[in-house]
């Protein structure tokens, strides 16, 4: 079988889980001895063998964003905690652009931590059929691309924000919506990744975003999935055999567990990778066999880690990442 998918891609350098387990695993997530171990193999960067395997390592802030932390505490932590790379939420950019900071200190700094920008998330409404929210939702997504662009950053998730309640979206029509934002990252120097959302009604699945991508012609398409996204739109993994490496530049890492079931379970219930019920190795194994070097980027959005010490979550998630991925191709 010979994968699909288009897009050029920057290289880079069943056990299960109960409520009750998961609860108890949350608790003692930073006090263990068993997970101090684990973290303490996080706080440095990738180790050579790692390396070869060539995936890399992201932190996603709305990981951390219960801790209500500075853009400037997010890129201190992300580096502490031995990453890779950082994804922020775009907002947090503006934010520190629009009390005065500078963008290109901004830039200075991410460098000076060893970091990079691989990605970033913003919710502009670029894909809905109404004209003029959908002029409007172009226009922000120009000014999100722009500010990443000037602190570094390399891509921007492009999720169907807006056009998630009801399934109606023409995916012809998706198709040259997305064509025309990769043509203003072209000139920005951005490339906008269409993201898929489990609980939309529309792009919710696997081959639906492959649509997009395959049909919209530009030679940059490429997609941004995630674990849980993928389990809650209802595909089978197995859908992933079949993506070009190429096709995913970013990969959201996450897990769930077996309680709540699909039909209910919702962001707040993702856990970290390894402590749930998903088939990460094999996933894993998949796209790596496909050619896939991407950016694994940890997205949480559980409210019991967010009661957490910020940087012990941040080193906790990198360890449980490394794990999975040492699993996988070991």
Known sequence: MIPIGLSNCAPRGPNVLSRRRFISTAAVATGSAAVGGAVQSAEAKTNPAET????????????IRGQKLSFIEELDITAKAGYDAIEPWIHKIHEYKDSGGSLKDLKKQIVDLGITVESAIGFARWIVDDDDERARGVEQFKRDMDVVAQIGGKRVAAPPAGASRKPSL???????????????????????????????????????????????????????????????????????????????????????PADPPRETIGDRDRVMPGDGIAPIPQILRDIYANGCRAMLSLELF??????????????????????VVQKALA
């Open 170 to 256: 023409d995916l012809d029509k998706a198709a040259g919506r997305y064509r025309a934002i990769l043509e203003i990252g072209d000139r920005i120097g951005i490339i906008p990744q269409l993201e898929t959302w489990g609980h939309s009604k529309n792009l919710h699945r696997i081959g639906q975003a492959l649509y997009v991508i395959a049909e919209c012609g530009h030679p940059k398409a490429c997609l941004l999935l995630d674990v849980f996204h993928t389990y809650k739109g209802g595909s089978d993994f197995n859908g992933y055999k079949v993506i070009s490496g190429r096709t995913i530049q970013v990969f959201h890492m996450n897990d769930y």
């Open 52 to 63: 070869r395997l060539g995936f890399g390592y992201c932190l996603n802030t709305g990981t």
């Open 302 to 323: 559980n409210p019991g880690y967010w009661k957490q010490d910020a940087l012990a979550v941040a080193k906790l998630g990198l360890a449980k990442m490394k794990a």
